[in-house]
């Protein structure tokens, strides 16, 4: 198990790959079952077979006052049992725990009810009470712990949600697990405010997913939902900067909202979406030029590649944005 932390953020990954396989259930239980999670896993995870785990996750807030906020991704390539009995509900934890299947599925058995969670589906789960749950199949999921007097006044509705699956096509469900992605870049994550911010932003998202109270839902809306959309579109963008359609209306296609959705979401950024883009490729030429790996290649070629179309306005702009010309830095690179 590797871990890292700062004063309000905790990293940390298991795995059993190189483990021998006898070793693995224990090892598992012991690192990370009864320390953290305060669950223990039990056969058929105990199998000679290629039974294999990877976990990552990150601990986030806690710090002055701030709600915390745990993230776990898990791995399991062959299904078993976790229980939360008795003895282990001695930590105190009452978080409440949004459970979110991207392959395989969940049977959980809590407050004297079972229910089936699928490809795609929520379960909401309470650590404060004993439960059981099963994994019938190989299954990668993702575990969101939240805390519950949050959420309580987010979702007051929270204790009639457990054990209660949430349907695939819930659309909060679905932004909720894609901007989770955000959990992996440094940069949005690389100062107490913005750690803060996405913090705040996957709380507005999990209400929302379990049924946020009106005035909940309209704050969240114009934060959280927004947050995740704008990192959707940007994303999207990156993705098809060379050679995509980045029109407003095709991105509103893509990402099923309104042109005009698309506009504001970049104008409560103080830009638009035009000026974003632009940045975007003078962003990826500057890379490019500077990166030996693409000497053999004209400045021309480079612009091109970015997305430009028109070369004196590249020129132009490049050098507004950087104080200098495309050969300039490229020549400043090689020395």
């Known amino acids: 198990m590797a871990s890292t932390s700062s004063p309000d953020m905790t990293s940390f990954r298991?795995?059993?790959?190189?483990?021998?396989?006898?070793q693995r259930l224990s090892r598992w239980n012991e690192a990370f079952g009864r320390p953290l999670s305060r669950r223990l896993l039990s056969p058929p995870w105990a199998s000679d077979g290629p039974f294999h785990v990877e976990m990552t996750g990150r601990a986030l807030g806690g710090q002055g006052g701030?709600?915390?906020?745990?993230?776990?991704?898990?791995?399991?390539?062959?299904?078993?049992?976790?229980?939360?009995?008795?003895?282990?509900?001695?930590?105190g934890n009452d978080d409440i725990v949004l459970h979110i299947h991207e392959t395989g599925r969940r049977i959980v058995s809590q407050f004297g009810r079972e229910a089936t969670a699928d490809t795609g589906a929520g379960l909401l789960t309470?650590?404060?009470?004993?439960?059981?749950?099963?994994?019938?199949?190989?299954?990668?999921?993702?575990?969101?712990?939240?805390?519950?007097?949050?959420?309580?006044?987010?979702?007051?509705?929270?204790?009639d949600a457990f054990i209660r699956p949430l349907p695939p096509d819930a659309g909060a469900l679905k932004l909720l697990l894609r901007y989770l992605d955000i959990l992996d870049d440094e940069h949005a994550l690389s100062s107490p405010e913005l750690r803060r911010a996405v913090t705040t932003h996957i709380h507005d998202l999990c209400a929302l997913a379990i049924g946020a109270t009106r005035d909940a839902a309209e704050i969240?809306?114009?934060?959280?939902?927004?947050?995740?959309?704008?990192?959707?579109?940007?994303?999207?963008?990156?993705?098809?900067?060379?050679?995509?359609?980045?029109?407003?209306?095709?991105l509103a296609r893509r990402q099923r909202v309104s042109p005009r959705y698309i506009h504001k979401l970049f104008e409560t950024e103080g830009t638009t979406l035009s000026k974003?883009?632009?940045?975007?490729?003078?962003?990826?030429?500057?890379?490019?030029?500077?990166?030996p790996r693409h000497d053999d290649l004209t400045i021309g070629a480079i612009a091109y590649n970015a997305g430009f179309g028109d070369l004196s306005t590249f020129n132009r702009r490049f050098r507004r944005q950087f104080g200098a010309t495309p050969s300039d830095v490229r020549m400043k690179a090689r020395t």
């Open 276 to 291: 974003f883009v632009c940045g975007q490729r003078l962003v990826q030429v500057l890379r490019m030029l500077t990166d």
């Open 66 to 91: 701030h709600p915390s906020l745990h993230v776990m991704r898990m791995m399991v390539t062959a299904g078993g049992m976790a229980e939360r009995s008795r003895d282990l509900l001695a930590d």
């Open 220 to 250: 969240a809306e114009g934060r959280g939902l927004r947050a995740a959309r704008r990192r959707l579109v940007k994303t999207d963008i990156a993705q098809n900067l060379a050679d995509g359609d980045l029109s407003a209306a095709a």
């Open 14 to 22: 298991f795995s059993t790959r190189n483990l021998p396989p006898k």
């Open 126 to 159: 309470s650590n404060a009470d004993t439960s059981t749950i099963v994994l019938p199949d190989p299954a990668r999921f993702v575990s969101v712990a939240l805390p519950r007097k949050l959420m309580m006044t987010l979702a007051p509705g929270l204790e």
